[in-house]
């Protein structure tokens, strides 16, 4: 195995000419815009607020400044704080998808449910585009959690830095983006990278950025075998699963949201009172929406009076996800039945945050015929919302789905992946008539249906509730706290 490149010459003045620029383009912004409410502007204000600080009082430190006077690198940033050890949370925290959401649970988690704990959190947004859309639609109470503990300021020698997100973002990034440490390895206390793949191998240039890190935290089994077997040092790789908030995602706490409000008809003349199947992805190949269409628009008719409704977003492509929904009914030569095509409804409008509970309680199964999932945050969500949940029996999923809580679709065979960064890699080929016979039988047994969504749920609150999985994360923070303390 090749040894870990020499941490001691990196250029650490690379994240400070990042932070740099992004300072001076808000301030031009501001400068040109004249103050203006444009997207822009508050993607600049956003990004603004934080970044400015970090860059200050790390750049104190490595000059060894503090409040305008030279002090000591052994002095702390918080003098104020019984509780010196930081862990400085970086990940897409200003933005939607699975490493942001992920991010969120986690911190959190530690911080709602540690008593007493023995290390502060700070975070910082890092991997993925500010969304002031996303952060609009946090709920008041995680706003204000997140802007305090942005403020928490901790000296980097004494801190825990956990990298959350793909590999490519980690010191030296492959792309623009706030580099993760910030400042290179050995100015910190120790590195953890959190990550996750969806295909059966990690490539090369991950697997050498993951065996710079001092851990390399995964969310399944499947991932500790596939990060193993592809080259990563079995010694730094360790299992920690996602929570899922129970009480937030909690079917007893909401009303439906109205669904044919949000949704746009693209198949069928409307319904009332119908079953609603509901798929929650974004529009890429990995997610199977083609295996589900397919299967629901062979099983199904007008006359049995059922909905598919997928909220969705794009991915690398335009959000014209009607005609493409048509175009590949045409190309798959998906004959119209004499009763008419069963009703699909696309919802590509935002949904905030504060409503996911409502869009799952408006749905009587949920169904996700993936391809390959790092962890499967829907899924999870929906299980916690009691819905009887059909996904595909490989990667992410396996750590949580059985016969008993839900419907595991059987994986017809493997298949190359043809393109992206992921090219040559393997992922499932979920059966398209299995699914049709989980979904008819979904729809037909509805009290078979009900008994696998609440086992469901009392597995996410056992197993993946934020309390759980809150004392397994603080566990292995305070293990690493210890052993670097008795070196």
């Known amino acids: 195995m090749d040894q870990p490149p020499d941490r001691s010459k990196r250029p650490w003045k690379f994240s400070t000419i990042v932070y740099s620029s992004s300072i001076l383009f808000l301030l031009l912004s501001i400068f040109l815009l004249g103050f203006t409410n444009t997207d822009l502007y508050k993607v600049q ?88 859309e996303f952060w609009n639609g946090l709920a008041k109470e995680t706003k204000e959690v997140a802007i305090e503990m942005y403020r928490e300021q901790c000296r980097p020698n004494e801190t825990i830095v956990v990298c959350h997100s793909e590999p490519g973002a980690w010191y030296p990034p492959l792309f623009e983006t706030l580099p993760c440490p910030p400042t290179g390895y050995e100015d910190f206390l120790s590195v953890i990278g959190r990550t996750m793949f969806e295909t059966d191998r990690v490539n090369p240039e991950h697997v050498k950025r993951c065996n710079q890190m001092d851990h ?101 492509s335009d959000s014209d996800f009607g005609n493409k929904i048509l175009d590949f009914v045409e190309e798959m030569n998906i004959e119209e039945p004499r009763n008419g095509y069963p009703f699909v409804y696309v919802i590509d409008k935002h949904i905030a945050q504060v409503d996911l509970p409502r869009l799952y309680k408006a749905a009587d199964a949920f169904v996700l015929p993936t391809r390959g999932e790092g962890w499967g945050r829907p899924i999870v969500e929906a299980m916690a919302m009691s819905l009887p949940v059909i996904t595909t029996n490989w990667s992410g999923p396996t750590e949580y789905l059985t016969e008993r809580n839900g419907y595991p679709l059987v994986v017809e065979e493997m298949s190359e992946v043809k393109e992206g960064p992921f090219e040559g890699h393997q992922w499932a080929e979920p059966s398209v008539d299995k699914l049709r016979v989980l979904m008819r039988r979904v729809m037909s047994n509805p009290d078979e249906a009900k008994v696998k969504g609440k086992r469901g749920r009392d597995d996410m609150v056992k197993n993946f509730a934020p309390e759980v999985v809150a004392k397994v994360v603080a566990d292995q923070i305070e293990r690493i706290f210890d052993e670097k303390i008795r070196t």
């Open 45 to 132: 204000s956003l990004r603004f607020t934080f970044t400015v600080n970090r860059f200050y009082s790390y750049l104190q430190f490595l000059l060894g400044f503090h409040d305008g006077t030279p002090k000591s690198k052994s002095e702390t940033l918080n003098p104020a704080s019984s509780t010196p050890h930081c862990v400085l949370w970086m990940a897409p925290f200003l933005s939607s998808g699975g490493y942001s959401s992920e991010a969120w649970s986690y911190v959190l988690s530690l911080r709602n449910h540690l008593t007493n704990p023995r290390f502060l959190i700070t975070i910082e947004h890092h991997g993925d585009l500010e969304s002031v």
């Open 216 to 316: 390399v935290w995964v969310p399944t089994d499947f991932h500790v075998s596939s990060f193993v077997q592809s080259g990563v040092d079995s010694s730094k790789v360790v299992k920690i699963v996602q929570p899922v908030d129970v009480g937030f995602f909690d079917p007893s706490k909401y009303k439906p949201l109205d669904l044919m409000a949000v949704g746009d008809l693209v198949l069928g003349s409307g319904m009332k009172n119908g079953f609603v199947f509901l798929s929650v992805f974004k529009w890429e190949q990995r997610k199977g929406w083609d295996v589900l269409l397919k299967a629901y628009l062979s099983e199904f008719s007008g006359e049995d009076n059922v909905a598919l409704f997928l909220l969705t977003n794009a991915y690398h």
